[in-house]
T-cell receptor, first 114, second 114 residues
Framework: DAKTTQPNSMESNEEEPVHLPCNHSTISGTDYIHWYRQLPSQGPEYVIHGLTSNVNNRMASLAIAEDRKSSTLILHRATLRDAAVYYCILRQFMNSGGYQKVTFGIGTKLQVIP | KAGVTQTPRYLIKTRGQQVTLSCSPISGHRSVSWYQQTPGQGLQFLFEYFSETQRNKGNFPGRFSGRQFSNSRSEMNVSTLELGDSALYLC?????????????FGEGSRLTVL
């Protein structure tokens, strides 16, 4: 199974950009790269996802390497509310029915310093 | 619309007992997946149900089982509980089929095994 590797923790100053890396060297062609974050005492929350091209939404940007073996989640201006554990996961289409397998990493704990 | 609802939120059991957890997905969502979260192992995929059928299964022993009803609500059962089963159990729903978008997570059921 494809796996993801993330740093255990990172720190950022408030209102500065944050780049959260993820390695997925064994990614397959049908794996979508998803990012979720989990605040204390809550379930994970969707952030962004992509397949091959870079993606932007109101929460963040996702930069995907050309060989797709790594990706970076970019928070453009970190706020205290962004302090969470960020998970980079791969979601794989198993067949035409869309049934999916999910692989989670340990996640990166982001600390935002005021 | 209402989010994913998990019950109970907290429960305490003793070794050897069994437990049943419930998950009500977002209205209209047909897929429910279950995850175990522990401090040491992070988030681990248990299984996914779509249209009342188990579509994928993670690497957990047969003591962990589940089912999905015609209204898409899902239950998971753990029999012969062990101390190591203490964890936060999360479920997530999605539209199903070829959908590659976000998973919507509940807040989880925290199980403590004594």
């Amino acid at each position: 199974d494809a796996k993801t590797t993330q740093p255990n923790s990172m720190e950022s100053n408030e209102e500065e950009p944050v780049h959260l890396p993820c390695n997925h060297s064994t990614i397959s062609g049908t794996d979508y790269i998803h990012w979720y974050r989990q605040l204390p005492s809550q379930g994970p929350e969707y952030v962004i996802h992509g397949l091959t091209s870079n993606v932007n939404n109101r929460m963040a940007s996702l930069a995907i390497a050309e060989d797709r073996k790594s990706s970076t989640l970019i928070l453009h201006r970190a706020t205290l509310r962004d302090a969470a554990v960020y998970y980079c996961i791969l979601r794989q289409f198993m067949n035409s029915g869309g049934y999916q397998k999910v692989t989670f990493g340990i996640g990166t704990k982001l600390q935002v310093i005021p | 619309k209402a989010g994913v609802t998990q019950t109970p939120r907290y429960l305490i059991k003793t070794r050897g007992q069994q437990v049943t957890l419930s998950c009500s997905p977002i209205s209209g969502h047909r897929s429910v997946s279950w995850y175990q979260q522990t401090p040491g192992q992070g988030l681990q995929f248990l299984f996914e149900y779509f249209s009342e059928t188990q579509r994928n299964k993670g690497n957990f022993p047969g003591r962990f089982s589940g089912r999905q009803f015609s209204n898409s609500r899902s239950e998971m059962n753990v029999s012969t509980l062990e101390l190591g089963d203490s964890a936060l159990y999360l479920c997530a729903s999605r539209g199903g089929g070829a959908d590659t978008g976000e998973l919507f997570f509940g807040e989880g059921s925290r199980l403590t095994v004594l």
